[in-house]
């Protein structure tokens, strides 16, 4: 079987693009190809690029569409998957049609609700419509949607999914490979990894460093928000801010720390906890993410509720033994390992139900 996925995002930059980046390795072991058409960081001429709403350290650029045409044709694949509602996923679902192959369509992140929480001034309304009617094309045009979070059903139902099927999340070997570090004793080190974005809920994360001066805080990530969080955490002695950073140096801050923070409003699953879990690290996440429909993670997380604090919640997980803390890594990384391996295999059969097997 041969597979083609194409992608708005850059590798390993945001939740989608860390997603098959993971996803690709694991896969080729049973099929015969698997290229993923995305952006890459090398400018060329002609190629447009246009910020998210919101957020202009993340932007949407064009493909370029005699390379891929090319390399599609060489690649002949039996299915095809689009990622993200951008240039690159259009023209997958285009490429599929023109060759008569199966298309799916996988929705990972509720665009339009992002776009709600940053603001209803005139761009972000049309930015809204361009994001649902570009939504209901693909979903309306797959033979199945693929979303990672339960909750999302009746949104991909609306759009028009002829079928829905919810899909676990892979890790990178970055996390599962490297040799675990036990826990720091007690809590004295906290991590958020993440984009620092108003759906993340930092001013959470922060008030907790404020009245929390016995717990190191380190905020990872980039976004929007950063010149202000450095601004208002600039007189906190045990606040770090280390701006984004690749796998290796983000699974050092993991190790260091004894709990990941992700109080999000809006989460669609938070990978970032999975991959915290990996190293044998709890998490602190938001009682809507999507991880938490996970039954067999549940023993490794700690829930947020609606109306609750990050800073009450430390107050009550700084009573836990030095032994509790030891367990819950333990439980961690079992629970990580074994969602990675049924999502695996679930991604094989799926590929095996919808890919079209005789070639043109």
């Known amino acids: 079987m041969r597979v083609a996925l194409f992608s708005d995002s850059f590798p390993e930059r945001n939740g989608a693009g860390a997603y098959y980046f993971d996803l690709a390795p694991e896969l080729l072991k049973d099929l015969e190809a698997l290229t993923v058409f995305q952006p890459t960081p090398k400018k060329r001429l002609l190629q447009l690029a246009l910020p998210l709403p919101g957020d202009p350290t993340q932007k949407l650029l064009t493909p370029n569409i005699p390379r891929i045409v090319r390399e599609f044709r060489v690649l002949r694949p039996h299915l095809v998957i689009g990622v993200t509602p951008g240039p690159f996923g259009l023209l997958g679902l285009m490429l599929a049609r023109r060759a008569r192959c199966p298309f799916i369509t996988a929705f990972h992140t509720h665009f339009e609700g992002l776009v709600q929480l940053y603001g209803n001034t005139l761009f972000f309304r049309f930015a809204n419509w361009y994001l649902e009617t570009i939504n209901k094309i693909l979903c309306r045009r797959s033979a199945t949607v693929l979303i990672n979070n339960s909750n999302l059903t009746s949104t ?168 509790e803390w030891q367990r819950l890594a333990e439980v961690a990384r079992g629970a990580a390992e074994h969602l990675h391996g049924e999502t695996i295999q679930q991604w094989v059969d799926l590929i095996s139900r919808y890919a079209r097997r005789q070639d043109r």
């Open 156 to 323: 991909v139902e609306r759009l028009g999914a002829p079928g829905v099927e919810v899909m676990g999340t892979p890790l990178s070997q970055a996390f599962l490979g490297a040799p675990l570090q036990p826990p720091p004793p007690g809590l004295k080190q906290v991590l958020f990894a993440g984009r620092l974005a108003p759906e993340k809920n930092l001013p959470e994360v922060i008030a907790a460093a404020k009245a929390h001066h016995d717990v190191q805080v380190v905020i990872v990530g980039d976004g929007p928000l950063r010149t202000a969080i450095a601004r208002e955490t600039a007189a906190l002695p045990n606040v770090r801010l280390t701006g984004w950073l690749d796998r290796p140096a983000l699974r050092a801050e993991m190790d260091a720390a004894n709990l990941l923070l992700l109080p999000s409003h809006m989460e669609t699953f938070g990978t970032v906890a999975l991959e915290s879990m990996a190293r044998g690290r709890p998490a602190l996440v938001a009682a809507s993410a999507g991880i938490h429909d996970w039954p067999l993670l549940k023993p490794a997380l700690f829930r947020l509720e609606a109306g609750q604090s990050v800073t009450d919640a430390l107050t009550h997980l700084k009573t836990l033994p030095t032994t």
